[in-house]
């Protein structure tokens, strides 16, 4: 079942805030945080993060009907990408180098930076070039 565009795009709006305090702060926690929403949307897919729950609860019922629609698998992928990206960062964080913290969690952000300023989804896109790619091979 498709899933309503705006959704993603108002979680990556959120993560884009959270990421950038924990960039800012370099919290662990904040990150950790973060790094746990991406688990649960990579898990259940990003109408079961608490992203999702509040965009559907909250959000959604004071906008208009969805005019465009989406498979749920990209989104998906995306939340599994933010998660390895944002893992790294929190090793980095926690364990060391600092470098690798705020690269990972630097680069995360920018991919969810571009899809709720721009709707454009990175791990979708790399979702989607790995589709063709597995379709040629077959």
């Known amino acids: ?3 309503d565009a705006r959704g993603p795009r108002f979680a990556a709006a959120v993560t884009t ?4 305090a924990a960039l800012i702060t370099r919290s662990p926690w904040i990150l950790a945080w973060q790094t746990l929403v991406f ?3 990579a898990a ?3 109408t079961r993060s608490p992203y999702g729950w509040a965009f559907r ?3 959604r019922p004071r906008l208009g009907p969805p005019a465009e629609f989406e498979p749920p698998e990209p989104p998906r992928f995306a939340q599994a990408v933010g998660l390895v990206f944002a893992g790294l960062g929190l090793v980095g ?4 180098p ?3 913290g705020l690269a990972a969690t630097g680069s995360a952000l920018a991919a ?3 899809n709720a300023a721009f709707g454009y989804c990175l791990g979708c896109e790399m979702f989607l070039l790995m589709r063709r790619l597995t379709v040629r091979a077959e």
């Open 112 to 114: 969810a930076f571009l």
């Open 44 to 46: 259940g897919g990003v």
């Open 98 to 100: 600092a470098w690798l």
């Open 17 to 20: 805030a959270v990421l950038a």
């Open 93 to 96: 964080f926690t364990l060391g």
């Open 39 to 41: 688990a649960l949307g």
């Open 57 to 59: 609860t909250a959000v």
């Open 1 to 3: 079942m498709d899933i």
